[in-house]
T-cell receptor
Framework: AQSVTQPDIHITVSEGASLELRCNYSYGATPYLFWYVQSPGQGLQLLLKYFSGDTLVQGIKGFEAEFKRSQSSFNLRKPSVHWSDAAEYFCAVGGTGNQFYFGTGTSLTVIP | DGGITQSPKYLFRKEGQNVTLSCEQNLNHDAMYWYRQDPGQGLRLIYYSQIVNDFQKGDIAEGYSVSREKKESFPLTVTSAQKNPTAFYLC????????????FGEGSWLTVV
């Protein structure tokens, strides 16, 4: 069965520090992978996506993610976190059908 | 600008009343979805529709109903049969597969008292 695991429920980092949010997926075929960000009380905004090709993908707001098939992972990274990055982050996998599977999210707190 | 519009943003209802949440998209997307979000539980799929006049149950469809009479619209009715309706509801849409991206509206808060 398809699933997405985000092992870290909550992460706290200092402003200016680097960030890595973990995502592991379970999917039988080639996955389409996504990262979304959600501010409190708002919808989800697409940060980046991986469909094929280069396994390191760049997104908006300075985020990047790397697809590692051997580890079934799609971790999100940012070299230097800004206070405005504090939010909830969701990893998702989509397949050839119209089904999408979301992780339970990682809440990011940024300390000034 | 193209996007997904959900209304109302905030809705209060008395227990036992049905309530309908609106979702309209002008992205010309074929598929539309409704998710429920509760703290610490991520997103759970309620219903989805791939074409007009057709829809499928998601993981938590009990107590909810939908219709898809127009490509642009996918309203969700929260019925009195839904035991715990207070939640944040997200509408989304995407093009037909494969390799599609799902986009979200701004969400609707439903509080049942």
């Amino acid at each position: 069965a398809q699933s997405v695991t985000q092992p870290d429920i909550h992460i706290t980092v200092s402003e200016g520090a680097s960030l890595e949010l973990r995502c592991n997926y379970s999917y039988g075929a080639t996955p389409y992978l996504f990262w979304y960000v959600q501010s409190p009380g708002q919808g989800l905004q697409l940060l980046l996506k991986y469909f094929s090709g280069d396994t390191l993908v760049q997104g908006i707001k300075g985020f990047e993610a790397e697809f590692k098939r051997s580890q079934s992972s799609f971790n999100l990274r940012k070299p230097s976190v800004h206070w405005s990055d504090a939010a909830e982050y969701f990893c998702a996998v989509g397949g050839t059908g119209n089904q999408f599977y979301f992780g339970t999210g990682t809440s990011l707190t940024v300390i000034p | 600008d193209g996007g997904i519009t959900q209304s109302p943003k905030y809705l209060f209802r008395k227990e036992g009343q049905n309530v309908t949440l609106s979702c309209e998209q002008n992205l010309n997307h074929d598929a539309m979805y409704w998710y429920r979000q509760d703290p610490g539980q991520g997103l759970r799929l309620i219903y989805y529709s791939q074409i007009v006049n057709d829809f499928q149950k998601g993981d938590i469809a009990e107590g909810y109903s939908v219709s898809r009479e127009k490509k642009e619209s996918f309203p969700l009715t929260v019925t009195s049969a839904q035991k715990n309706p207070t939640a944040f509801y997200l509408c989304a849409s995407s093009l037909a597969p494969p390799g599609n991206t799902i986009y979200f509206g701004e969400g609707s808060w439903l509080t049942v008292v």
